[in-house]
């Protein structure tokens, strides 16, 4: 399975956008790049996912390298709200794919 | 009600003792998993099932086991627990395809003292 590579943690300030890397050198094809988050306390959530083209919705958007090798997570207007563990990985979809999490990216939103 | 539903939400047990964690969801998707998650290590995979007769080993298996009673139904079994087995533990489900989007139970926390 294609791994992926984040950055341990970040800080941002509240109100100012925050772009969140990830790596994915071995990315194939097939892979469609999937973000999620981590609230304290709760499950993870779902937050966007892309293909090739750069992505939008309503919680952030998704940049995505013209080689595919790497793509970072955009918010826009950080909040306290938005303090979580952002995970980045593939998912080809294949019949025995596994959905792999690594550590995540741990962000803090300072006032 | 919650899209996935994991009992009990808390467990304190002894060492030794048998477990079972339940999920159950009622997104109607196929597929199934359960995590590990423990502090600094992100989620890790223990199991997951793509249908009720098609069950797989993920990274952490040894020490678990699961059933998959029905399509919405996906247990986790600790034999015979141990302390370092202590973990928070997460459901998650998805439809099938590279873009179905995985939800998640909100965790059952295990102590095995």
């Known amino acids: 399975d294609a791994k992926t590579t984040q950055p341990n943690s970040m800080e941002s300030n509240e109100e100012e956008p925050v772009h969140l890397p990830c790596n994915h050198s071995?990315?194939?094809?097939?892979?469609?790049i999937h973000w999620y988050r981590q609230l304290p306390s709760q499950g993870p959530e779902y937050v966007i996912h892309?293909?090739?083209s750069n992505v939008n919705n309503r919680m952030a958007s998704l940049a995505i390298a013209e080689d595919r090798k790497s793509s970072t997570l955009i918010l826009h207007r950080a909040t306290l709200r938005d303090a979580a563990v952002y995970y980045c990985i593939l998912n080809s979809g294949g019949s025995n794919y596994k959905l792999t999490f690594g550590k995540g990216t741990l962000l803090t939103v300072n006032p | 009600d919650a899209d996935v539903t994991q009992t009990p939400r808390n467990r304190i047990t002894k060492t030794g003792k048998r477990i079972m964690l339940e999920c159950s969801q009622t997104?109607?998707?196929?597929?199934m998993y359960w995590y590990r998650q423990d502090p600094g290590l992100g989620l890790r995979l223990i199991y997951y099932?793509?249908?009720?007769?098609?069950?797989n080993k993920g990274e952490i298996s040894d020490g678990y086991s699961v059933s998959r009673q029905a399509q919405a139904k996906f247990s986790l079994s600790l034999e015979s627990a141990i302390p370092n087995q202590t973990a928070l533990y997460f459901c998650?489900?998805?439809?099938?395809?590279?873009?179905?989007?995985?939800?998640f139970g909100e965790g059952s926390r295990l102590t095995v003292l």
């Open positions: 071995t990315i194939s094809g097939t892979d469609y």
């Open positions: 892309g293909l090739t």
């Open positions: 099932s793509f249908d009720v007769k098609d069950i």
């Open positions: 997104k109607g998707h196929d597929r």
């Open positions: 998650a489900t998805r439809s099938g395809g590279p873009t179905g989007e995985l939800f």
